[in-house]
T-cell receptor, first 115, second 117 residues
Framework: GESVGLHLPTLSVQEGDNSIINCAYS??????FIWYKQESGKGPQFIID?????DKRQGQRVTVLLNKTVKHLSLQIAATQPGDSAVYFC??????????????FGQGTILTVHP | EAGVAQSPRYKIIEKRQSVAFWCNPI?????LYWYQQILGQGPKLLIQ????????DSQLPKDRFSAERLKGVDSTLKIQPAKLEDSAVYLC???????????????FGPGTRLLVL
């Protein structure tokens, strides 16, 4: 079935560097995309979202870019800090149909930030 | 604002035993979700409730899994009998509602870690 996947399973960066986490999705009917951060032993925590009628959205130190042409989503973290170390998941929401509102999560990328 | 509460946080059982998980969503949230997260994977939706009605249970193994949300608030997820492959983290999430064009952020609880031996 349709799924959301990630290109890179792990990413290691130095503190202060910028991080880019990528995600490919396959469901052209998806209308909403979310990035979650999951620290060890905790549930996923919302970071930032973007609707399909946008191509860029910025938050505090984070930016999400959406390229619908190639079905690609990325999360950019500026000035990465050790506290950013976690697993990052992208998820998409299918618009319409019987699975309305259902999120499909990707595999996840492990981000490790070295001091 | 209190977050999504789940209990227990950890559970160890033997295969073929039964287990139940409890979730209390954020106050006022109409939509409640149960996810299964196997180690190294993203969460997979098991069942979605809108108030006390089931919206989507297409990925729920109904021969052994059941869930209910009787009064549209708390929810329980049960596994009976458990199998080794049920070892996972069971996450509960809630959102205010599910509607046409809204951005509905799902807020997750800490999860229940289940180990089936």
């Amino acid at each position: 079935g349709e799924s959301v996947g990630l290109h890179l399973p792990t990413l290691s960066v130095q503190e202060g560097d910028n991080s880019i986490i990528n995600c490919a999705y396959s469901n052209s009917a998806s209308d909403y995309f979310i990035w979650y951060k999951q620290e060890s032993g905790k549930g996923p925590q919302f970071i930032i979202d973007i609707r399909s009628n946008m191509d860029k959205r910025q938050g505090q130190r984070v930016t999400v870019l959406l390229n619908k042409t190639v079905k690609h989503l990325s999360l950019q973290i500026a000035a990465t800090q050790p506290g950013d170390s976690a697993v990052y998941f992208c998820a998409d929401r299918q618009a319409g149909g019987t699975s309305y509102g259902k999120l499909t999560f990707g595999q996840g990328t492990i981000l490790t930030v070295h001091p | 604002e209190a977050g999504v509460a789940q209990s227990p946080r950890y559970k160890i059982i033997e295969k073929r035993q039964s287990v139940a998980f409890w979730c209390n969503p954020i106050s006022g949230h109409a939509t409640l979700y149960w996810y299964q997260q196997i180690l190294g994977q993203g969460p997979k939706l098991l069942i979605q409730f809108q108030n006390n009605g089931v919206v989507d249970d297409s990925q729920l193994p109904k021969d052994r899994f059941s869930a209910e949300r009787l009064k549209g608030v708390d929810s329980t997820l049960k596994i009976q009998p458990a199998k080794l492959e049920d070892s996972a983290v069971y996450l509960c999430a809630s959102s205010p509602r599910t509607s046409g064009r809204s951005r509905e952020t799902q807020y997750f609880g800490p999860g229940t870690r289940l180990l089936v031996l």
